[in-house]
């Protein structure tokens, strides 16, 4: 296979390689975060977090990425003298901070429902073992629920990861030229269909490392 | 509100028919996925060493490529497929690929690769016994599959081939990027035109999350009675 095009691109291909490494880090980060108060809201007693969480989880995985991030990137556009009024319109009017954003708002819907369903996947013997050692709810779930359901949960979240690597091409629909969008670039000005062929190969390649340290890390885990 | 109307003036009209383009879409992606998926976890249980390997190839690879990747490969590359031959006939004609082909196309090939998997849980999951029935009773290899084998891996499927679906119904999104007029482009139609983005994106959303739940809860009757011999009557 002819390789010039691949190596005259270089320096480009990897720019992109670089925002998406950057999309994907940025939006699991901020994904973690929300992902806590969403778990505790599907979990609580009483009725309005558990609402506003599930609400929250249908609407975000239930309807196409894409089109929450048009929601987020174009329509905060139309409320930006209330963004002006809070001082965070700088950061709306930016397609990077958008679209880590509306990654981690829909990976954290994601994230919250598998935590949940491995939460659930608990016995109840684990919380009354906790209650008749007196842990307090805190303690219970840092030192008993948790430990466990990260172990349960792993191998999804390895698979949300690689879900978002593939979810990031989206951002060239909002100007911002990840991989895909530095290779769809090319394919434009050179109509060489092989450029996808080696994009499709350089995905495989972070797919299959991602995989790879996810394994490890599920044997580290699994290691009693 | 009467922006989404189907008065004058509304775009009720045309996101109706971009939902419909959606959901053409899916169901055109749909059986060549399901049929392609179970030929490829046929194919990774299979005793020929090549056949094995290619399969688990191409699962791992479609799972690993993204969906739009997929999207514009098959889109740009049956064009330049069909530019090439209809240069080489002397075809004088100006005729491309149109996108709904392609898109669903490139969608009815991750959906295989994905479905494989759950295929292939399926067909474990029956139990050795029948196998070895089907072949005392005689049935060749296709039948014994067919009239044996796949009505009961199909219900062990079913969920997780309804989790596909819905999957696959948002990933019609993408095709917006190759223009074909489903919900998301109309949207985007209506939005240039009346600069109404939050209102509309939002509607957008909510036409989708319609589908889903439209699929859920038809998947769920399926569920119920692709199991319902399971079913104890008290």
């Known amino acids: ?224 | 509100m009467e922006l989404l109307g189907f008065g004058a003036g509304g775009w009720g009209w045309s996101f109706l028919s971009g939902l419909l383009v959606t959901v053409e879409v899916a169901i055109l992606a749909l059986p060549f996925g399901l049929l392609f998926g179970l030929m490829i976890a046929l194919g990774r249980r299979s005793k020929s060493r090549l056949l094995r390997i290619a399969s688990v190839g191409y699962a791992n690879a479609f799972q690993a490529i993204p969906e739009l990747l997929t999207i514009f490969a098959i889109y740009h590359g049956c064009s330049q497929l069909i530019q090439f031959l209809m240069s080489e006939l002397d075809i004088q004609a100006s005729w491309s690929v149109p996108g709904v082909a392609a898109g669903s196309f490139a969608l009815g090939l991750v959906f295989a690769a994905y479905s494989s998997e759950i295929w292939l849980a399926a067909l474990a999951g029956i139990g050795r016994g029948q196998y070895e029935a089907a072949m005392s009773l005689g049935l060749p290899g296709i039948a014994s599959l067919r009239i044996v084998i796949l009505p009961q891996a199909f219900r062990l499927a079913l969920p997780g081939l309804g989790n596909l679906w819905i999957i696959l119904l948002k990933d019609t999104a993408l095709v917006s990027l190759i223009s074909v007029s489903e919900l998301m482009r109309e949207v985007n139609l209506a939005v240039a035109a009346t600069h109404r983005y939050f209102l509309l994106y939002l509607f957008a959303c909510l036409g989708y999350i319609v589908l889903t739940k439209i699929s859920e809860f038809v998947l769920e009757r399926l569920n119920l009675r692709a199991s319902r011999h399971l079913v104890r009557v008290a």
């Not at chain 1, 994907?24 to 505790?40: D, M």
């Not at chain 1, 092989?194 to 699994?222: D, G, H, N, P």
């Open chain 1, 1 to 224: 296979m002819d390789t010039s095009l691949v190596v005259e691109n270089a320096g480009r291909l990897y720019e992109g390689f670089k925002l998406t490494l950057a999309l994907v880090g940025s939006a699991a980060a901020c994904a973690a975060i929300i992902t806590v108060p969403l778990v505790l809201g599907l979990r609580s007693n009483s009725r309005i977090p558990r609402a506003f969480s599930r609400t929250y989880v249908t609407f975000f995985r239930g309807s196409p990425l894409l089109a929450q991030l048009f929601l987020l990137y174009y329509g905060s556009g139309q409320l930006r003298p209330l963004l002006e009024d809070l001082g965070v319109w700088w950061l709306f009017r930016d397609a990077f901070f958008c679209s880590v954003l509306a990654f981690a708002l829909n990976s954290a819907a994601y994230v919250a429902a598998l935590v949940n369903g491995a939460i659930d996947g608990l016995p109840e013997g684990q919380w009354e073992a906790a209650t008749a050692l007196g842990l307090g709810w805190v303690a219970t779930l840092r030192k008993v629920i948790m430990p466990q359901a990260i172990r349960l949960a792993l191998p999804g979240y390895g698979n949300e990861i690689i879900l978002l690597i593939k979810a990031s091409s989206i951002t060239m629909a909002v100007t911002l030229y990840e991989l895909l969008g530095v290779v769809k670039v090319i394919y434009s000005r050179t109509f060489d269909i092989t450029i996808y062929i080696w994009a499709a190969l350089i995905y495989i390649c972070i797919v299959s490392i991602v995989r790879l340290a996810f394994k490890l890390l599920e044997q580290s885990f699994f290691r009693w």
